[in-house]
Structure formats: C-alpha cells, structure tokens
C-alpha cells in the first residue's frame, strides 16, 4: 500500500487545516482508515480512526469535538480537519488503513512520510 499526506503547514493557534491522505496499491473501501501524529521527542499516537461504511469515528480524548475525520471511498482517500489548533497539536501527522483495531492499536509495518503540522502561539 502507497499512502501519501498532504495539506500540513503552518498555522497559528485557533486557527484550522484540512490534511488529505491519497491511497493506491490496493481496494481499501472495505477497511477502516485512521490518522496518527508524532510530536517532538514524542512516539507516534493514534488521532482518529473511520469505519468503511463512515458511520463510525472514533478519536483520542484531546483532539474531540476539534478535529473532524472523513472518507471518500470511490477516490480511496481520508481526509482529517482540524480546527481550533493549539501548539500541542504540533507533529507530523500520517495516516493508514486496516481492520478497525489495527488502526486504533498503530500497528502498522510501514508508513507515508507524512505531513507537518506546525501551531505557532
């Protein structure tokens, strides 16, 4: 699977950005997708996961009711908006696909180069 982010930049806080996340290599309309970020000195954390079918989110406590996590299955693409930012959201943010508990769980083998978020205060 090719998974390649976009749409990261830098923003002040309150402020929003909307990252878009292309895949290929493969028909992933049947798995969840999900969106993770790694900080400064920090280890990859999970952000949000979607469902196939969209009907289902799931996100980690500090980015609720602020990020927002969407799904295009004919274009196999995920997108995550976020507003509100704060300085703490500062990461680079990845995204990836699979069964519903392999994304909440992150455990993947491979990875895009992602995309940087950076919130200055």
């Known amino acids: 699977v090719q998974l390649v982010e976009s749409g990261g930049g830098l923003v002040q806080a309150g402020g929003s950005l909307r990252l878009s996340c292309a895949t290929s290599?493969?028909?992933?309309?049947?798995?969840?997708m999900g969106w993770f970020r790694q900080g400064p000195g920090k280890e990859r954390e999970f952000v949000a996961v979607?469902?196939?079918?969209?009907?289902?989110?799931d996100y980690v406590d500090s980015v609720k009711g602020r990020f927002t996590i969407s799904r295009d299955n004919a274009k196999n693409s995920v997108y995550l908006h976020m507003t509100n930012l704060k300085s703490e959201d500062t990461a680079v943010y990845y995204c990836n696909v699979g069964a519903w508990d392999t994304v909440l769980a992150g455990q993947f083998d491979s990875w895009g180069q992602g995309t940087q978020v950076t919130v200055s205060s």
């Open positions: 290599g493969g028909d992933f309309r049947l798995y969840a």
């Open positions: 979607i469902s196939w079918t969209g009907t289902r989110t």
